[in-house]
C-alpha cells in the first residue's frame, strides 16, 4: 500500500516540449513537497504546499508550476523543457508544517530531456 | 540560514566493522537534525531524528546519531555494518519550515 506515489516513474521527452509528473499520498498528510536530486546526488527543494497553500518556492525558474488541487496531490508542470532539467524529482510529504516532522518520499520520477 | 556538510562522499568498511558517516551542521538557532537513507532507485526515507531532549538518538536498523552542540556534528553510527547497510546516506538541518540537505555519502560495504 503506497503512501506516496508519483508517475511516471521514467520521462524521456525532447527539449522545448512540456510534460508533468503528479504525486499522490494516501497518509493523511498536510504539507506536501518537491525536491530536484541532481546527477552528484544533490537534493534540492523547490516547492512546499501546505493544505493546498504554497508556502515554499525556492529560486526555481518560472517554467516549473505546481498544483496542489486538494492536500492528498501535489503536481508539477515543466514547460519548454531544457537539458539542464534532467534530474530525479522527488515529491514527498509530512503531517505538518515545519522541521520537526518526518518527510516521506516517494520513489521518484527520473526526468531525462533529450 | 541552514547549512550540512558530510564529510566523505564514500565511505567503505567491511561487513561487520564499524559505520561511521560524519555530518557537521552550522545554524544560527538550535537545529532539528535529521538522517535519511536512499536505497538504489528509491526515495528516501527516514533513518532517524533530533528535535529536543536526550542527544543520542537510536533509528532503524541499527544506527544512531549523537548530537554535539559544542562540535556543531551529527555523526551516524552503527557497530556493525551488514551487506543491506550499502546505500546513501544523507544527514538533514532544519530550521522553521524547510529542511537542507547534505550533499550525501555513499556507503560501500565489503564482503
Known amino acids: 500500500d503506497t503512501a506516496v506515489s508519483q508517475t511516471p516513474k521514467y520521462l524521456v521527452t525532447q527539449m522545448g516540449n512540456d510534460k508533468s509528473i503528479k504525486c499522490e499520498q494516501n497518509?493523511?498528510?498536510?504539507?506536501m513537497y518537491w525536491y530536484k536530486q541532481d546527477s552528484k546526488k544533490f537534493l534540492k527543494i523547490m516547492f512546499s504546499?501546505?493544505?493546498?497553500?504554497?508556502?515554499i518556492n525556492e529560486t526555481v525558474p518560472n517554467r516549473f508550476s505546481p498544483k496542489s488541487p486538494d492536500k492528498a496531490h501535489l503536481n508539477l508542470h515543466i514547460n519548454s523543457l531544457e537539458l539542464g532539467d534532467s534530474a530525479v524529482y522527488f515529491c514527498?510529504?509530512?503531517?505538518?508544517?515545519?522541521?520537526?516532522?518526518?518527510?516521506?518520499f516517494g520513489p521518484g520520477t527520473r526526468l531525462t530531456v533529450t | 540560514a541552514q547549512s550540512v556538510t558530510q564529510l566523505g562522499s564514500h565511505v567503505s568498511v567491511s561487513e561487520g566493522a564499524l559505520v561511521l558517516l560524519r555530518c557537521n551542521y552550522s545554524?544560527?538557532?538550535?537545529?532539528?537534525l535529521f538522517w535519511y537513507v536512499q536505497y538504489p532507485n528509491q526515495g528516501l526515507q527516514l533513518l532517524l531524528k533530533y528535535t529536543t531532549g536526550a542527544t543520542l538518538v537510536k533509528g532503524i536498523n541499527g544506527f544512531e546519531a549523537e548530537f554535539k552542540k559544542s562540535e556543531t556534528s551529527f555523526h551516524l553510527t552503527k557497530p556493525s555494518a551488514h551487506m543491506s547497510d550499502a546505500a546513501e546516506y544523507f544527514c538533514?538541518?532544519?530550521?522553521?519550515?524547510?529542511?537542507?540537505f547534505g550533499t550525501g555519502t555513499k556507503l560501500q560495504v565489503i564482503p
Open positions: 497518509l493523511g498528510h498536510d504539507t
Open positions: 545554524s544560527s538557532v538550535p537545529p532539528y
Open positions: 514527498a510529504s509530512s503531517i505538518g508544517v515545519g522541521t520537526p516532522y518526518e518527510q516521506y
Open positions: 538533514a538541518s532544519g530550521g522553521y519550515q524547510k529542511v537542507t
Open positions: 504546499y501546505n493544505n493546498k497553500e504554497l508556502i
